[in-house]
């Protein structure tokens, strides 16, 4: 069903036009209780939508919406392992991967629990080997360094969170990530490694991905001009992988595959096998805490009431702005070092699940989809980007993240860092009129016409929305709950809009034409282009000739 024609639909638009004008400003005058209203607490996580141009008929408007549009018997659907991927004919059941193993899941009729687990015990035992010292390099010496050869989902998931969790982490093995096909970023990881003390896990569902294969190639070739021989790759490669066939062409020892399922999209994997990389950094059973955070949050999506349901709340509040205020992008901000890796997580989990044109049917979509999602950490993007979130011409709303309890508190820094976080929000809630501005100048002792001629530029519109999330502390626990919040979200989203989240075929074309260009930069006869692509490799080689 095309969710512009729901009876919700309309009444939200005849809502917009009722309350479009309003100002955040006078909506917190008017109402004291309005922070309690719209705002959630569940286990560690205070999401506080209050920020945002919404009223409590608002809420019930999305809410109808969220039920004409099915959301909670789509999302029981995932749950339960119906087929939701149509265009891949798959599960979608990432969420399988933190059920207790007491649970039951049937994929055409077989549980899938216990092979989940089965996989969680043997990266408990790995990690541990590697991590104690059990299981060492071909030269008998421990294990310093970790490189996780992985692109797109099979390498943002950990990345971001081996990097959120660093407090946790062992500091004597340090995990690298080796994603880019460009040779650099292999050389440069690679650089100050020794073969003798480093672990590669090459992290590929299918194992046929160009770039992670390259590198694989690369990195066992780097390996082996060490004085290893081809039987040491055993003890220096692990793989997790879907396809066990690969991994064994490879060269890999079965006894290091890892394996996951189909029914577990890439973007989606950090909680499989994927996350070994993040086991092996914080060990197991922080991993195992991950897992129970996301398991926390998934319980709370599926049980709580839409109006205390954060991804719920999140998701329609997101709509709301996208196809009502027409707001073109979402910026993530958060204020927190050990998190400056989400928005890139973030870019990868809604613009690759939502960013699609056509409805499940086919039909084209006449509406937007997912907004642009970006960001990067307070306060330094206060001292670039924020400019134009407080004075540009575009509605941007925020998600602004904290942490309450630092982790590696020094001097007064983290309630500087604070006070700017509730600075920001509160500024760009309220901002300032051209009056303030005026007055403000006069009485810095400006003369009136100094003060007319620049009140308009130190004006702030204000009525720009943003979400705070305050978390109590960065754990293992809080982080997976924070990351299936925002999976959840994405999905009410997509369900909302009538697409298929979970495929990605907007990849492939780019990915076609690179294989046909391939050959044709080694010299082989070129294939048919326009004039631009053909003169620009015409010029790259005639440029690439090595000197
Ligand atoms: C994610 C995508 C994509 C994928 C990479 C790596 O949802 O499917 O980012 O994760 O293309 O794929 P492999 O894991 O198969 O190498």
């Known amino acids: 069903m095309n969710c512009r024609q729901t009876y919700s639909w309309l009444a939200l638009k005849q809502h917009y036009n009722e309350i479009k004008n309003l100002h955040l400003r006078d909506m917190f005058a008017a109402d004291t209780v309005r922070f309690a209203d719209f705002s959630v607490e569940f286990d560690g996580i205070f ?31 995932m749950f339960a392992g119906k087929k939701i991927n149509s265009t891949e004919n798959r599960a979608v059941l990432h969420t399988a991967l933190r059920r207790a193993a007491t649970d039951s899941v049937l994929i055409d009729g077989k549980n899938i629990i216990p092979e989940i687990h089965e996989v969680l015990v043997r990266i408990k035992v790995f990690s541990e080997e590697i991590r104690d010292g059990k299981r060492r390099g071909f030269t008998g010496k421990i294990f310093t360094d970790i490189v996780n050869i992985g692109i797109g989902g099979s390498d943002l998931g950990p990345k971001l969170v081996c990097d959120a969790l660093k407090f946790y982490s062992k500091r004597n093995l340090t995990v690298h990530f080796v994603s880019n096909i460009d040779s650099t970023h292999l050389a440069e990881t690679l650089r100050t490694l020794n073969p003798e003390t480093t672990l590669f896990i090459v992290s590929s569902k299918t194992f046929t991905t160009e770039e992670t294969m390259t590198n694989a190639r690369s990195a066992r070739d780097w390996f082996l001009s060490s004085a290893a021989v081809e039987a ?51 060990g197991f059973e922080n991993f195992s805490d991950l897992l129970a955070g996301a398991r926390a949050m998934d319980k709370h999506f599926l049980e709580a009431p839409f109006e205390k349901n954060i991804p719920m709340l999140a998701a329609a509040i997101g709509v709301w702005h996208v196809n009502f205020f027409g707001a073109e992008s979402q910026s993530v901000l958060p204020y927190d070092e050990y998190l400056r890796l989400l928005p890139a997580y973030l870019q990868q989990l809604d613009m690759e699940s939502n960013g699609k044109s056509v409805m499940l049917q086919g039909e084209p979509v006449d509406f ?26 575009r509605l941007i709303p925020c998600d602004f993240i904290a942490v309450a309890k630092p982790l590696n508190p020094i ?67 809080t982080l997976g709950a924070l990351l299936a919040m925002y999976e959840h979200k994405v999905f ?37 282009h326009d004039c631009s692509t053909a003169g620009l490799i015409a010029l790259y080689k005639k440029q690439n000739v090595r000197t």
């Open 411 to 477: 001097g007064d820094h983290h309630k500087r860092l604070m006070a700017n976080f509730f600075a920001q929000t509160e500024a760009l809630m309220r901002g300032k009129t051209t009056d303030e501005a005026h007055d403000e100048l006069l009485g810095a002792g400006t003369s009136t016409h100094e003060a007319e001629r620049l009140a308009p530029h130190k004006t702030f519109a204000g009525n720009r929305p943003t979400t705070t999330f305050l978390i109590d502390k960065l754990t293992p626990y």
């Open 232 to 282: 040491d790759v055993q003890s220096h490669f692990a793989a997790v992988s879907t396809n066990f066939t690969a991994t064994e062409q490879f060269g890999i020892n079965p006894a290091n595959v890892f394996v996951f399922r189909d029914w577990v999209g890439g973007r989606y994997s950090l909680w499989s096998a994927i996350g070994l990389s993040v086991a092996l950094s914080v």
């Open 47 to 77: 999401a506080d939508f209050s920020k945002n141009r919404i009223t409590r008929e608002t809420i019930k408007l999305l809410e109808n919406l969220a039920h004409e549009c099915n959301v909670a018997a789509s999302a029981e659907r």
């Open 368 to 393: 937007h989809t997912a907004p642009i999602i970006w960001g990067q950490p307070g306060t330094d993007s206060q001292h670039s980007f924020f400019q134009l979130l407080h004075q540009g011409t």
């Open 492 to 528: 009410v989203q997509g369900i909302i809009w009538g697409i298929n989240s979970f495929d990605q075929w907007g990849v492939e074309l780019g990915k076609q034409l690179a294989k046909a260009i391939l050959p044709e930069l080694s010299g082989e006869d070129p294939v048919p």
